[in-house]
């Protein structure tokens, strides 16, 4: 009923009874893809991070040693 279109992603014609769930797969896969790039940019800055405080403990215990 109210045929709209034949989504080859889903494999399902998408019409008045599915149409809402359809809308919102379309809304929250690129909202996931969003998510997941802020994810792996904070853990990137949080990785740095640690890795920076581990060199200057590195040099001021090498310093501390003589």
């Not at 149409?19 to 994810?39: D, E, K, Q």
């Amino acid at each position: 009923m109210e045929h709209d279109h034949h989504c080859t992603c889903f494999g399902k014609c998408i019409g008045k009874n599915n149409c809402c769930s359809f809308y919102t797969s379309l809304i929250s896969i690129p909202l996931f893809m969003i998510m997941g790039f802020i994810t792996l940019i904070c853990y990137a800055v949080h990785e740095d991070e640690v890795r920076t405080a581990l060199r200057k403990q590195a040099r001021l215990a090498k310093h501390k040693k003589f």
